[in-house]
C-alpha cells in the first residue's frame, strides 16, 4: 500500500501571526505534568550518560524534570533514588520489560520494602506498543497496595494513533512518543521502522487530548525551534538528550581527546547485542563537555518564549491554539542557515 507523506521538524515552521506581546518576559511556560508543576515543559532522558541524580537534582533546581535510567546495576539504582528521597525531589524512575515479574518486584521492593514515595514509574522500551508493556501497566495499576497502584505509569515509545489508544486503554497515564527519531538512534537505517516526528507528534497529541493522557515529545530535537514545534504539535512535555549530552551534570567521566574535552554519549539500543540474536540500533560515541546544564536549558525556554512572542501566547495552551504551520521546501533549510561571512575592508 503507499506510504502517507509525514513531516518532520525540518519540514514545516511556525507562521508569526499578530501579538500585542510587549516583552518576552509576560509569557509563561510553565506547565503542569502528572501533577508535577514544571517552569519549562522539558524532561531530560532517562539515558545512561544523560540522567543520573546530579541530572535529576539540576533539572528539579532549574524548574524541569529528569526520569531516572534503567541501566545501572539494581543496587546502584537503589543508592540514586535514596539520594534523591534525601533531597525531597520527586522520583520517577525506569523499568524494562525483559522479565516483567522481576520489573514488579524491583516496584514494590523500592515501595513496600524501602518506603521510598516514588510519583511514577517509566516502562522503557524501544517499542511500546508490546503486549509485555500493556501487561505490567496492568499489574502495577491492579495491585491491592495503593501506594503502587497509584503511581503515575509513563510507557512508550510510540508513534502512532493506535499505540497511544493501546497504552491508554491499559491504564498508562502519559505516553512517549518517538521512533527513531533520536540523534543517536539507527532503528530507522536498522530496521526501516518509524514514523516522521512532528507528524508522529500531531496525530498522537491530537488523539490523546481527547483521552486527556499527556505526550512526551521523545527524540529528533537538535535546537530550541524543535522544541516550539513539538509543543505546537501538541506535547505537554519534551525529552532532551543530545541537547543535554556532554554536559557536567550527566553521567560518565570528562576525559581529554586531541586536547580538547569529551564525554560519552550512546544510544540505549546500542549495547546488548548477542551474536545473530540482536541488532544494534544505536551509536556509541562522544560529544564535546559544554559545561553547566543551566544556560542550555535557559536557550531552550527563551527560544519558546521567542517562538511564543511570534504568534502572540502568553501560555503554552494559547500557544497551541495558535500556532500554525507552513510546509517548506528543503531548499528553505539552505535559507535557514544562511550565515553573513565576515569581511575586513581596506582603511586604505
Given amino acids: 500500500m503507499p506510504a502517507e507523506y509525514y513531516y518532520t521538524f525540518d519540514d514545516i515552521l511556525i507562521t508569526p501571526a499578530y501579538s500585542d506581546i510587549e516583552s518576552r518576559q509576560e509569557i509563561d511556560t510553565s506547565v503542569t505534568f502528572l501533577g508535577l508543576p514544571l517552569k519549562v515543559p522539558i524532561i531530560s532522558a532517562n539515558m545512561d550518560y544523560i540522567t ?8 528539579h533546581n532549574l524548574g524541569a524534570l529528569g526520569i531516572l535510567h534503567r541501566f545501572a546495576p539494581w543496587d546502584d539504582q537503589i ?8 533531597k525531597s525531589i520527586p ?13 514488579l518486584d524491583h516496584i514494590k521492593y523500592i515501595v513496600q520494602d524501602l518506603a521510598i514515595p516514588i510519583h511514577g514509574v517509566c516502562i522503557d522500551v524501544a517499542h511500546g506498543h ?17 501506594s503502587i497502584s497509584s503511581l503515575k505509569v509513563i510507557a512508550g515509545n510510540i508513534a502512532t494513533i493506535d499505540g497511544v489508544d493501546f497504552l491508554y486503554q491499559s491504564g498508562a497515564d502519559a505516553v512517549k512518543v518517538g521512533i527513531g527519531a533520536g540523534s543517536v538512534c539507527t532503528t530507522r537505517t536498522i530496521a526501516g521502522v518509524g514514523v ?89 560515541g562522544v560529544v564535546p563537555a559544554k559545561g553547566p546544564v ?5 536557550q531552550i525556554q527563551a527560544g519558546l518564549r521567542s517562538s511564543m512572542s511570534y504568534v502572540g501566547a502568553r501560555t503554552i495552551d494559547e500557544f ?17 542557515s544562511t550565515r553573513v561571512t565576515e569581511v575586513i575592508l581596506d582603511a586604505e
Wanted: hydrophobic share 40%; proline share 3%.
Fill in 52 to 59: 543520573g541524580t546530579k541530572m535529576i537534582i539540576a533539572m
Fill in 196 to 284: 516522521p516526528q512532528l507528524s508522529a507528534i500531531l496525530e498522537c497529541a491530537a488523539f490523546a487530548e481527547e483521552s486527556n493522557i499527556p505526550i512526551i515529545a521523545d527524540g529528533g530535537i537538535r535546537h530550541s525551534g524543535d522544541v516550539a514545534k513539538a509543543i505546537a504539535a501538541g506535547a505537554n512535555v519534551v525529552m532532551i538528550g543530545n541537547l543535554f549530552a556532554g554536559t557536567e551534570e550527566t553521567p560518565g567521566e570528562t576525559f581529554f581527546l586531541n586536547n580538547k574535552q569529551f564525554k560519552r554519549y550512546r544510544g540505549q539500543a546500542s549495547f546488548g547485542s548477542n551474536g545473530d540474536r540482536y541488532v544494534k540500533e544505536g551509536i556509541d
Fill in 79 to 86: 543508592k540514586m533514588m535514596q539520594e534523591l528521597y534525601t
Fill in 294 to 298: 543551566a544556560p542550555i536549558l535557559g
Fill in 130 to 146: 508490546h503486549q509485555k508493556v500493556a501487561s505490567l501497566i496492568e499489574m502495577i495499576k491492579g495491585s491491592v497496595d495503593e
Fill in 91 to 103: 522520583i520517577i524512575f525506569s523499568v524494562g520489560i525483559r522479565d516483567i515479574k522481576e520489573s
Fill in 320 to 336: 497551541q491554539i495558535k500556532a500554525k504551520f507552513v510546509e517548506v521546501s528543503s531548499h528553505t533549510l539552505m535559507e535557514n
